[in-house]
């Protein structure tokens, strides 16, 4: 019988650090930490008047700005982009970006994530990366109005024009809103052919209280926590006293969802409405 016990749950505002040329790094899921064979989530800090430099080699890499009390830059692809709350970027195998702090340091949470096999893939061609930010993110809200998602890398999300948010299944991620006494269905993932062990899978809080609920054991997290969910561990996570703000990722984007629950809702989403009294778009996740 899964328990809490088998949840990798850390406070990354506690965390070990490491000083870097940049700032400070603090490691809060790797293979060695928390057993997730794709997925190594870092959270760094990058001090006012320096620059982090990234290269994302032979994998996939993401930055996140998770907060900047100033103005700082992401340079990516000869651009510079601001370096704002919900900004970041995409790097595809071969890519690299530049953040630059200014006027005051900038929190990053920073995922890298292995080439997945064409398995995994199911005919995308991967890549190329991109710069994204909450202006150009399509909102979704479940069915239960409970919940709102914008997905920064996901490979069935669409933008306005039709066209794919990425062409490729190495990483979902995204900002997730918890209306106070939102919660999702008690739900458990599980792996793929493709993808056996199952997706490495993780949410990092930002804002709010939240409580994780495993077999009838439950435990309250603090801003800044992250929980690591082995696959196949049945879990439901809610807000508690207000309102909750995560960031949620999978790696890679090959999984398989139960709901356990018998809430009839889901995990049925939709995108908001373009037009005033416009219907309903539901997310198609295959």
Known sequence: MASIAD???????????????????????????????????QRRTIDA?????????????????????AKGVVRYRGEAYPAEDGAGV??????????????????????????????VEQGLPGGPGYFFDRSILRTLTDASGGRV??????SSVRLRDGGRLTPT?????????????????????????ANPDGAAHCYMTFRGRGRVDVEGDSVEIEPGTLVYFPPGVPHRLSAVDGPLDYFE???????????????????????ER????????EWNQS
């Open 149 to 154: 998602r914008r997905f920064c890398a996901e």
């Open 90 to 119: 995409l790097l595809a195998p071969g890519e690299s970006a530049q953040v630059e702090a200014s006027g005051a340091a900038i929190e990053l949470l920073h995922l890298v994530v292995p080439k997945p096999p064409a398995a």
């Open 249 to 271: 990722i999978q790696a890679w984007r090959s999984f398989k969802t139960d709901v356990l629950s018998e809430e009839p809702l889901g995990l049925r989403w939709y995108y």
């Open 274 to 281: 373009t037009q005033p009294g416009a219907p309903l778009e």
């Open 7 to 41: 949840l990798w749950i850390i406070d990354s505002n506690t965390a070990k650090s490491e000083p870097v040329p940049s700032g400070v790094v603090r490691t809060l899921c790797s293979p060695e930490l928390c057993a997730s064979r794709t997925l190594t989530v």
């Open 49 to 69: 008047g320096r620059r982090l430099d990234v290269d994302a080699g032979d994998g996939y890499q993401l930055l996140y700005v998770i907060a900047t009390p």
């Open 169 to 193: 299944n190495a990483i979902q991620a995204g900002e997730m809103h918890y209306n106070e006494g939102g919660s999702s269905p008690y739900h458990v993932h599980f792996g793929t052919p």
